[in-house]
T-cell receptor
Framework: GENVEQHPSTLSVQEGDSAVIKCTYS??????FPWYKQELGKRPQLIID?????GEKKDQRIAVTLNKTAKHFSLHITETQPEDSAVYFC??????????????FGRGTQLTVWP | NAGVTQTPKFQVLKTGQSMTLQCAQD?????MYWYRQDPGMGLRLIYY???????DKGEVPNGYNVSRLNKREFSLRLESAAPSQTSVYFC??????????????FGPGTRLTVL
């Protein structure tokens, strides 16, 4: 099955700085890469996603890039704010076989934005 | 539209007790999932149901059983709870897990402690 690695596990930045979280995946057939944000005590919520036929996607201060050749994708948050503090999870969706459609999650990155 | 709901929110069990976690969605989604979340481990899939009438094992199915009661409801049963099953359990659903690129919607979670 798919294996998703996520780095770093913790990230601290000053308000206004940028934050980058990186993930790698193992299965070249994976075709969909969502990012979830989880605030303390809350459920994970989708913040942005990218399909395998797209290299980059942006939504206001958040962007995701995908390098299919290297099998890695990254989340970029610019002009960080204290409310960006949360755990962020990357995931990869398997694209073939009996486990078609399953999401495999990274272990998460605890982002802390200091005012 | 309540989305994905889970009951109970919190539960404390003694080792060896059994219980069922309930999940329901009102979005007419085909696919439903049960995850467990442990510190530093991300979200790990326990069982999933690609469509009504089917269930499959995920990464960590041992000690659990599931029932897809109908299209709306997907329950998770612990037959003989163990301290290693202390975790936060999330149910999720999406329209169709297969060849589509759909968001997985998560329930609010059940925090389970096994003493």
């Amino acid at each position: 099955g798919e294996n998703v690695e996520q780095h770093p596990s913790t990230l601290s930045v000053q308000e206004g700085d940028s934050a980058v979280i990186k993930c790698t995946y193992s299965d070249s057939a994976s075709n969909y890469f969502p990012w979830y944000k989880q605030e303390l005590g809350k459920r994970p919520q989708l913040i942005i996603d990218i399909r395998s036929n797209v290299g980059e996607k942006k939504d206001q201060r958040i962007a995701v890039t995908l390098n299919k050749t290297a099998k890695h994708f990254s989340l970029h948050i610019t002009e960080t704010q204290p409310e960006d503090s949360a755990v962020y999870f990357c995931a990869a969706k398997e694209g073939r076989g009996s486990t078609l459609g399953r999401l495999y999650f990274g272990r998460g990155t605890q982002l802390t934005v200091w005012p | 539209n309540a989305g994905v709901t889970q009951t109970p929110k919190f539960q404390v069990l003694k080792t060896g007790q059994s219980m069922t976690l309930q999940c329901a969605q009102d979005m007419n989604h085909n696919s439903m999932y049960w995850y467990r979340q442990d510190p530093g481990m991300g979200l790990r899939l326990i069982y999933y149901s690609a469509s009504e009438g089917t269930t499959d094992k995920g990464e960590v199915p041992n000690g659990y059983n599931v029932s897809r009661l109908n299209k709306r409801e997907f329950s998770l049963r612990l037959e003989s709870a163990a301290p290693s099953q202390t975790s936060v359990y999330f149910c999720a659903s999406n329209p169709s897990g297969g060849l589509t690129y759909n968001e997985q919607f998560f329930g609010p979670g059940t925090r389970l402690t096994v003493l």
